[in-house]
């Protein structure tokens, strides 16, 4: 696992944390926010995880 498939995670984490915040106290706008954030952690992830696999091809 390298530095961007973590920090990808983590912001997943972070965004799932804020859209059930979001949920339990009715505020969408935080919902909506945290739905992004977790979004983009999971595309930054895949990223890490691309880029490991092809690090691991070339050699």
């Known amino acids: 696992m390298n530095k961007n ?3 990808g995670h983590t912001k997943e984490v972070k965004g799932k944390t804020k859209e059930v915040a979001g949920k339990v106290t009715g505020d969408k706008s935080t919902e909506a926010k945290g739905k992004v954030e977790k979004n983009v952690g999971k ?3 895949k990223v890490g995880e691309l880029n490991g696999e092809a690090k691991k091809a070339k050699k």
Do not use: V, Y
Request: proline share 0%.
């Open 43 to 45: 595309g930054q992830a």
């Open 5 to 7: 498939e973590t920090k």
